[in-house]
């Protein structure tokens, strides 16, 4: 091999040399766990913490205790939810607008996480006076794979209300200012992680978007 033949894959090397270096500091600094925000407020602007010991003092919003019935006609409630990550939404079973298109996208959750028990999807009814747990547990078992770990929930319409608003933000233009008898209809999905605390908002409705879920609930799982 001759001098510039030489020096051409001298040339090539470095290149190689600085985009593996490249490579590695993009995958070395790709999303950790503590690299998903974190929401304190229904505005929704995250936060990030880079130090854990900043947690407790920054972070101080958490989805408050809850307890409804579920389709077996049990209770169910957050201490079903400790030390788990959850995916939240909200809808009733009469919608024939955006809910058919969130079940469908939450389904696709639903098959991925189906065989872990350390992931829970829960939807809420905002109708409670129409969704019995008969009819929760009908439109469930039409309309998903029937895993265990998908719950319907019914109760009180006030207090599903506002665990909605003031807990999961789930109208987040207006937060918890709306007042409690307001119809509630919101096409987000709530992520919230094993401390309960919020850490995604995502559109029910798109299909990339559940996409991106399914990533983040992988990061909180590791």
């Avoid at 090397?13 to 974190?38: A, E, G, H, M, N």
């Avoid at 995250?46 to 900043?54: A, H, Q, S, T």
């Avoid at 201490?79 to 919608?95: E, P, Q, R, W």
């Avoid at 209809?185 to 995502?202: A, C, M, P, S």
Wanted: proline share 2%; aromatic share 14%; hydrophobic share 35%.
């Amino acid at each position: 091999m001759g001098y510039s033949e030489l020096k051409i894959a001298g040339m090539f090397l470095k290149r190689f040399l600085k985009c593996s270096v490249f490579l590695f500091f993009i995958i070395s600094c790709s999303k950790t766990t503590d690299q998903l925000p974190y929401y304190n407020s229904a505005n929704f602007d995250p936060i990030f913490i880079e130090n854990r010991k900043d947690l407790e003092s920054k972070i101080k919003h958490t989805i408050a205790d809850f307890s409804f019935i579920d389709t077996n006609g049990k209770a169910f409630g957050s201490k079903d939810l400790l030390g788990k990550i959850h995916v939240a939404n909200f809808i009733f079973t009469s919608c024939t607008h955006i809910c058919p298109k969130m079940t469908t996208n939450m389904v696709e959750v639903e098959k991925k996480f189906e065989n872990h028990d350390d992931v829970n999807l829960v939807s809420f009814t905002v109708t409670p006076w129409l969704d019995s747990p008969d009819v929760l547990k009908r439109y469930k078992e039409e309309f998903t794979l029937n895993s265990k770990n998908w719950h319907f929930l019914t109760g009180k319409k006030s207090e599903l209300y506002s665990l909605a608003r003031k807990s999961y933000f789930a109208e987040e233009e207006i937060g918890f200012t709306k007042d409690s008898t307001d119809f509630l209809h919101t096409e987000h999905f709530l992520l919230v992680d094993k401390g309960f605390r919020i850490r995604g908002i995502y559109n029910g409705t798109l299909g990339l978007e559940m996409q991106q879920l399914i990533k983040d609930i992988e990061l909180l799982k590791k």
